[in-house]
Structures are given as structure tokens and as C-alpha cells.
């Protein structure tokens, strides 16, 4: 991600890829019990007590929002073939491919209750057609035995997956189980894609995942990324997204930034509505290089080892009445220890905000209505100086803002003036913080320090040489002059503020005070438990 000092590393997105061929949510299936867990899955450990995503404290400012707990009990399918689908034999292995390899475009196909195989080959996955639509009876699961890499690939639109268990696939590092090939206009829905390596789940132009549990996959729950162009118009609404990296791959690959409970990458519209992402090691929502009008609202975001909420490289969003709630408890704690005084947040907004000029539902970043409660750290705004197109420093390379099409453009002496100047890097600014609620309590979170910080900050520029952007140009402007407000808002708790750069630490006043004038109509009440 786009730390402070040569900005993110660059990742692997897709992989190489082999194959054979605010709202009213409507948040159903609530239950009270946990998830529970397959016999046979790794129990993920890291040695930190966390906290349990499950329960609502006493004392909390507001009663719990209801949360989609589908993991446990989803939607059973029908007991009873739909009229005119084909029976898939959970006794036959490869029936399910066969099966739909011998049928027609549009086919429905009911799995009967069991589990069902594919062929003992690693490529032997399902290849739809275009229409297809896959239905799980009651107790149905499609089970890769750790043999399969794929359950569902291919590049056929509109397939639709329902009331079904994926699980036991292994997937390589970067590629998905379901919808492999990412493909456009999935429906998934009242499923569960669980136990898997890799990604669970992968994304295309226009897919649907609702009312589904995306549990316990070794890489992500679901990598939003397509090979070429932009991925458009996504919707995740009323799923549990929980206990995903569970190989733990920040480690395998330290800075890797390859992991997420969910990872978006240049998205152009995407809803995220009503999910509980929660206990995920590392961070819950990961948005990267060139996402564009995300609407991130109504959500609980808890217990993640890391950033409830990472917006890196990105543009215009809307980030409003969700529950944040407990996370970076691993990775922030993990930070102060090693003695790093940068502001790790809960909510990271990295080079990104608002941007008139790529069309979306908004031009601004805003962030209101939110309740944060016992996490560490609050909400980060930071501006890499060394981080734009064409540095040698952006480790993302390759990739440029969506302002300049011709990253070569992004060099000496043009990018020393208007219009490159601004348009060669990625910008926070526009990011509008407002009517959310801070509440802190250390003794809850357990740190005595770097636990209770909100900044807006930027490194010293340095690097390469011919950058236009040493010194203190960028931490300047992304402090003072690039429209970066927050107001409006409750703040209970030691709280700490971080301005231009990590050295200055300020009190409310200060603040609030000249040069910053920050939160204006907010109030600070120090309502420390510790």
C-alpha cells in the first residue's frame, strides 16, 4: 500500500491463468450463532488475543446494527428440482461438468443434496454457458478435495450461482475458485465460498454477490480484477466476508499488498451495502490503483487485523453509516512495537479523493455518519511526495493516473508545470470527513500509545532527482491546500492529531486552531477508560 516512504509495492493482480477449455438494506437470515467452522480447515492462529466480532459491548454509544451472520445458516435451496432443470448425481463424479458441457446455453441445473465431484484432475472445473444458472439443494457442496484448482471458469456472461457450498479448491496465489476467468454479469447468492486457496471468488463487469459467505479463503474472499480495461458496476450487498488470508500471505510475501478480505482493483462503480467483514487477517475493504464511485455505506467493519477500510490510488467515493468497530488491533499494535511512529489508520485514505474530472456519482471523498469505536488509530489522509507516474519511486509501475493517458508524458521539463504537475500523481484531496462519531477507549484497545491518532500527512520529497515535488511541496498542500476538511464531528477520547507531517502531533486546539483549522462545530469530550 502507499506507505510513507517509496509508496506501494507492486502487485501481482491476476496471475497467470491456465484452463482446459443510505439505504433500507434487506438483511435476512440473521441468526444468533457463530460461524462454524470445516473440520478439515487450517484454524487460523497469529498469537493475538482479538476481539470477538460477534459480541456488542455493555457501554456502547448505539445498539448493534443488524448483520448479515450468513455463514452459519444461508438460505436453503430448493428441496425439489426446478421445473425444467437438469438433476446433477452428487454419486457421479465430473456429473456437474459433463453435464453442463452436454447441455445448451441457458440450462438450469440442480444439484441434489450431497457432495458433489469434479473429475480428479486439477483443470477439471465447470465451464458455463452463457445463461447458466447453478441451484443447490439443501446440504449441497461442491467439494475440489484439494485436487481442483477451479470450480467455475471460462469467459460466458450472465451465469447465476445459488444456495451453494464451494469448498476444499486450490487455487494458486492470485487466481480465484469461482468465476476464475472473470467473466461479466454474475449473479452469486445465498452461497458459500469457503476454504479455499487463493480467492474464493473472482469479479467481473456487472457480477452480483449477495447474501452470501465469503469464509476463510487463503488469499482473499474475492479479487475484483479484470486483465484488461476497467472492471464496471459491482455489487456486494448482505454478505459475511470473515477469516480470508488465512495463509497469510503479507508474510509470505512481505509488502506484497495481495490480500484483503475483499481487493478491488480499478473498479468503476461498485456498491458496497450491508456486509459484515469482520476478523479477516490483515485489512477488510482494499480498494487499488484507479477504483472510481464507490458507494461504501451501511456496512460492519470489525475485528480485522488491519485497516477496516484501505482507499489507495483511487477516485470518489462515498463512505457513510457504517459501524467501524475494533480493527488494526494486529497490524497497528504490531507497528507501534517495532517503535514506527506513522499513523497506521483503521481508515487509510492513500493518494486518493475527489475528482471532478472522472465522471462518478460524486466529486468529492466523503466520509459521514460513520461510527468508529474502539479501533486503532481513526482515519488517515496521506500523499506520498515521491509517489506519481513515471517515478522510479511509484512501485506500482506502469499504471497512471486517469487523468494522462500517455504515462510517458509524466517526465522532465513538462511535468514540472500545469497541467502535469497535478494530473502526473494522484492526489488526496476533495476528502470530506464529517458527522461521524471517534470513540476511544485504551483500555478496551490495550496501548498506551499510537493507538488514538487522526492525521492528514505527506513525507518529505526526495526522490528521484528530477521530481518537481521535493521538500515540503506535497505535504503542504495535501495539509493545507487541497481542500481536505474535517467538521462536524464527536470525538470521545484521548484523542491526538497529526498534521503535515509525523513529527507534529497536536492537541484539539491546536488543531483546531491556525494554520489547520480542522473540525470546525466538532467536540471533544476525553472519556478515557485507561
Not at 469461482?178 to 471468488?201: C, K, M, P, T, Y
Not at 475528482?355 to 466529486?363: G, I, M, Q, S
Not at 500523499?383 to 522510479?392: I, L, Q, T, V, Y
Not at 519511486?393 to 509524466?410: F, H, K, P, Q, Y
Amino acid at each position: 500500500m502507499g506507505l510513507r516512504g517509496g509508496g506501494s509495492v507492486r502487485r501481482a493482480r491476476g496471475g497467470p491463468r491456465r484452463w482446459t477449455a443510505a439505504a433500507a438494506l434487506a438483511l435476512a437470515l440473521l441468526v444468533t450463532t457463530g460461524c462454524d467452522s470445516e473440520p478439515d480447515a487450517t484454524p487460523r492462529t497469529n498469537g493475538t488475543t482479538r476481539p470477538d466480532a460477534r459480541t456488542q459491548p455493555e457501554d456502547s454509544a448505539e445498539p448493534s446494527r443488524a448483520v448479515a451472520r450468513v455463514c452459519a445458516k444461508p438460505a436453503t435451496g430448493p428441496a425439489k428440482a426446478p421445473s425444467g432443470a437438469v438433476t446433477v448425481d452428487a454419486a457421479v463424479p465430473g456429473d456437474l461438468a459433463a453435464k453442463t458441457k452436454a447441455s445448451p446455453a441457458g440450462t438450469t441445473f440442480w444439484l441434489r443434496p450431497g457432495r458433489h465431484r469434479l473429475d480428479a484432475d486439477r483443470y477439471a472445473q465447470v465451464v458455463p454457458k452463457e445463461g447458466n444458472t447453478y441451484v443447490g439443494a439443501p446440504g449441497a457442496v461442491l467439494d475440489g478435495r484439494r485436487t481442483n484448482q477451479y470450480a467455475f471458469g471460462g469467459t460466458a456472461r450472465a451465469v447465476t450461482l445459488s444456495h451453494l457450498t464451494v469448498q476444499g479448491f486450490v487455487a494458486p496465489h492470485d487466481e480465484g475458485v469461482v468465476n476464475h476467468d472473470s467473466a461479466d454479469g454474475w449473479v452469486i447468492e445465498h452461497s458459500r465460498i469457503q476454504f479455499n486457496s487463493g480467492a474464493g471468488l473472482m469479479a467481473g463487469s456487472g457480477q452480483q454477490v449477495r447474501s452470501s459467505c465469503l469464509r476463510g479463503n487463503g488469499q482473499y474472499g474475492m479479487n475484483a480484477y479484470k486483465g484488461s480495461g476497467q472492471l464496471r458496476d459491482l455489487v456486494l450487498e448482505g454478505n459475511e466476508i470473515t477469516d480470508n488470508n488465512r495463509h497469510d500471505w503479507e508474510r509470505k510475501r512481505p509488502g506484497c499488498g495481495c490480500t484483503g478480505g475483499v481487493k478491488f482493483w480499478a473498479v468503476d462503480g461498485a456498491d458496497v451495502r450491508g456486509n459484515w467483514v469482520h476478523d479477516n487477517r490483515g485489512t477488510g475493504l482494499w480498494a487499488d490503483t484507479n477504483n472510481n464511485d464507490f458507494v461504501i455505506e451501511g456496512n460492519v467493519l470489525e475485528g480485522n487485523d488491519g485497516a477496516a477500510l484501505i482507499y489507495e490510488t483511487s477516485y470518489n467515493a462515498v463512505v457513510r453509516d457504517n459501524t467501524i468497530r475494533r480493527n488494526n488491533w494486529v497490524e497497528g499494535r504490531r507497528s507501534a512495537e517495532r517503535g514506527d511512529s506513522f499513523p497506521f489508520a483503521t481508515v487509510y485514505v492513500s493518494e486518493s479523493g475527489g475528482e471532478p474530472r472522472v465522471k462518478a456519482r460524486t466529486d468529492r471523498f466523503e466520509i459521514s455518519g460513520n461510527l468508529f469505536e474502539d479501533n486503532w488509530n481513526a482515519i488517515t489522509l496521506w500523499e506520498n511526495a515521491d509517489r506519481f507516474c513515471n517515478s522510479p519511486a511509484n512501485t506500482s509501475s506502469g499504471d497512471c493516473t486517469l487523468l494522462v493517458e500517455d504515462i510517458d508524458r509524466c517526465a522532465r521539463p513538462g511535468i514540472a508545470s500545469a497541467p502535469l504537475y497535478s494530473d502526473c500523481r494522484w492526489r488526496t484531496q476533495r476528502v470530506d470527513i464529517h458527522h461521524n462519531r471517534f470513540l476511544l477507549d485504551k483500555s478496551v484497545v490495550d496501548c498506551a500509545r499510537l493507538c488514538d491518532r487522526m492525521a492528514v500527512l505527506a513525507n518529505y520529497g526526495t526522490y528521484p532527482d528530477w521530481s518537481p515535488y521535493q521538500g515540503e511541496r506535497v505535504a503542504e498542500a495535501v495539509t493545507l491546500r487541497q481542500r481536505n476538511r474535517w467538521h462536524d464531528n464527536v470525538y470521545v477520547g484521548p484523542w491526538a492529531f497529526v498534521a503535515q507531517d509525523v513529527s507534529r502531533v497536536l492537541d484539539f486546539a491546536g488543531w483546531q486552531g491556525a494554520p489547520y483549522r480542522q473540525d470546525t462545530g466538532s467536540t471533544l469530550r476525553d472519556g478515557d477508560g485507561g
